[in-house]
């Protein structure tokens, strides 16, 4: 969705490194979903930002949403084999929660 | 982990067959919802039912069609498989109110020769 853009596409970083991933929204929104999807299997649940910006930590994963900007940073810090997948932003743009735009992604490569 | 099922995980068949993904969830969701996943590409929004007997069609318009008879199930039909059909399915399910996250299934990979 041209709504909707994260980068870098893809990244490869070796394993114990830090590394971030953007979303940057071109309307105004009202939550941003971090998910995490391994190849060929489903979307799993990282951390939802609420509209007028916050952060959230979970383990060595951080994210922001920057209201200002309309956008939102995933932080990755030492990171793991596990921590390879493809991560997607997904936005909400109705305040419902419920018809969210998804970004296209980005692949994320872990090497030892 | 959040309970909510698909069947099958993969799926081969040839043009012109009908075809029903099913979705289950355990959880007692009101809100599901199908996306459409192209390889490398974002997901895109099929259907959603915000409760029983509600059905409403998302922003990629798509030939499948939906019911939803019971709370827990949330099946997707092609009535006629064409190759355009070709890609991953993927179902979910999340709670009424806002900012409430929406949980997936593992997805369905569909191919239609």
């Known amino acids: 969705s041209q709504e909707l853009e994260q980068s870098p596409q893809s990244l490869i970083v070796q394993e114990g490194k830090n590394l971030t991933i953007n979303c940057t929204s071109s309307?105004?929104?009202?939550?941003l979903y971090w998910y995490k999807q391994k190849y060929g299997e489903g979307l799993i649940f990282l951390m939802m930002?609420?509209?007028?910006?916050e952060e959230k930590s979970h383990e060595k994963i951080t994210a922001k949403l920057d209201e200002k900007k309309q956008q939102s940073s995933l932080h990755i810090t030492a990171s793991q084999p596990s921590h390879a997948g493809i991560y997607l932003c997904?936005?909400?743009?109705?305040?419902?929660?419920?018809?969210?735009?998804f970004g296209t992604g980005t692949r994320l490569q872990v090497t030892l | 982990e959040a309970d909510i099922y698909q069947t099958p995980r993969y799926l081969v068949i040839g043009t012109g067959k009908k075809i029903t993904l099913e979705c289950s969830q355990t959880m007692g969701h009101d809100k599901m919802y199908w996306y459409q996943q192209d390889p490398g590409m974002e997901l895109h929004l099929i259907h959603y039912s915000y409760g029983v007997n509600s059905t409403e069609k998302g922003d990629l318009s798509s030939e499948s069609t939906v019911s939803r008879i019971r709370t827990e199930h949330f099946p997707l039909t092609l009535e006629s498989a064409r190759p355009s059909h070709t890609s991953q399915y993927l179902c979910a399910s999340s709670e009424e109110g806002a900012e409430q996250p929406q949980h997936f299934g593992d997805g369905t990979r569909l191919s239609i020769l």
């Open positions: 997904g936005a909400d743009y109705t305040g419902t929660a419920s018809k969210l735009t």
């Open positions: 930002l609420q509209k007028g910006g």
């Open positions: 309307k105004t929104l009202y939550g």
